[in-house]
């Protein structure tokens, strides 16, 4: 089945300081990857939608100079966190969609295992 | 806005017992609807699905309820294992358009399964 591969699973950086967190979908090909965001004891929430050669499309109210995104592969897409500060300590998750094969669609849409991010 | 998490609500069922989760979804366009569960310090992981077409799915030991008119969603859990314990999240997305894999989770469910 699809398999997506999330780098690093655990983080911890100096305030100020920036982290890239990668996102690899190793079996499939993915045009497009979304990344969420989930603060303790809360759900996940979208930040945004990654796509390969193009730029990110962000939510509402998530700032894009902050949490660079750049897709620049059918297979990878990674996430920067920029001058991180505590508040950004949260589990970050990717998912990923696959090009074409309408799997996905059937059976849900794969995600990775998450980074714990924390900001010291 | 679309539905958003702030605090878990928890269930706890003895082991053999059978599980019943409740979702409420926003989105009247959604026509395509996930159960997950995550485990602590993992990624969500897929149970089952079910697209606006149909009521009900059932898959091993799980059956997911669909009633679009009041916009809920159900999952039950059949004869509930300890390793069943873990939170759970339904998600709802259009499964087509631009939309496609843009998932809204609902607030979660801390589910503890007692032996």
């Known amino acids: 089945g699809a398999v997506v591969s999330q780098h690093p699973s655990r983080v911890i950086c100096k305030s100020g300081t920036s982290v890239k967190i990668e996102c690899r979908s190793l079996d499939f090909q993915a045009t497009t990857m979304f990344w969420y965001r989930q603060f303790p004891k809360q759900s996940l929430m979208l930040m945004a939608t990654s796509n390969e050669g193009s730029k990110a499309t962000y939510e509402q109210g998530v700032e894009k100079d902050k949490f660079l995104i750049n897709h620049a592969s059918l297979t990878l897409s990674t996430l920067t966190v920029t001058s991180a500060h505590p508040e950004d300590s949260s589990f970050y998750i990717c998912s990923a969609r696959d090009l074409g094969t309408g799997v996905v669609v059937t059976y849900g849409y794969t995600f990775g295992s998450g980074t714990r991010l924390t900001v010291v | 806005g679309e539905s958003v998490g702030l605090h878990l609500p928890t269930l706890s069922v003895q082991e053999g017992d059978n599980s019943i989760i409740n979702c409420a979804y926003s989105n009247s366009a959604s026509d395509y609807f996930i159960w997950y569960k995550q485990e602590s310090g993992k990624g969500p992981q897929f149970i089952i699905d079910i697209r606006s077409n149909m009521d009900k799915r059932q898959g091993q030991r799980v059956t997911v309820l669909l009633n679009k008119t009041v916009k809920h969603l159900s999952l039950q859990?059949?004869?509930?294992?300890?390793?069943?314990?873990?939170?759970?999240?339904?998600?709802?997305?259009?499964?087509?358009?631009?939309?496609?894999?843009?998932?809204?989770?609902?607030?979660?469910?801390?589910?503890?399964?007692?032996?």
């Open chain 2, 77 to 115: 859990i059949a004869a509930t294992q300890p390793g069943d314990s873990a939170v759970y999240f339904c998600a709802e997305t259009r499964a087509g358009g631009t939309s496609y894999g843009k998932l809204t989770f609902g607030q979660g469910t801390i589910l503890t399964v007692h032996p």
